[in-house]
């Protein structure tokens, strides 16, 4: 059975940093795509950032907003990818959800339950 348990929200002042934390399990994850979104309130849910396998190794494609502040990673195995968050504004406050597309004949999305980020200013 796929789960998907992430971590490491709560709250925090403007300016401080929080680590996102999702791992997954069920079945093998190392060749597929992992990544974030956010849903602020009264806004649609939004893409931060997304780590993709390639032949080549893994590579991060973020949002313009994340690019110079927020860092995706994943471990070794591939079971779990990390959103380190830096210089966090009130505008980041949202519920953050790990994201794991899988593709294949009938495609899947996985989604983790979210984790809220509030940002005090």
């Known amino acids: 059975q796929v789960q998907m348990v992430e971590s490491g929200g709560g709250v925090v002042q403007a300016g401080g940093s929080l680590r996102l934390s999702c791992v997954a399990s069920?079945?093998?994850?190392?060749?597929?795509?992992m990544g974030w979104y956010r849903q602020a309130p009264g806004k649609e849910r939004e893409f931060v950032a997304m780590?993709?396998?390639?032949?080549?190794?893994?590579?991060?494609d973020y949002d313009d907003f994340a690019k110079d502040r927020f860092t995706i990673s994943r471990d070794n195995a591939g079971n779990a990818t990390y959103l380190e968050m830096n210089s966090l504004t009130p505008e980041d406050t949202a519920i953050y959800y790990c994201?794991?597309?899988?593709?294949?004949?009938?495609?899947?999305?996985?989604w983790g339950r979210g984790n809220q980020v509030t940002v005090s200013s």
């Open positions: 069920g079945r093998t994850w190392v060749n597929v795509d």
């Open positions: 994201s794991v597309p899988v593709p294949g004949t009938v495609p899947v999305d996985y």
């Open positions: 780590i993709r396998w390639t032949w080549r190794g893994y590579t991060s």
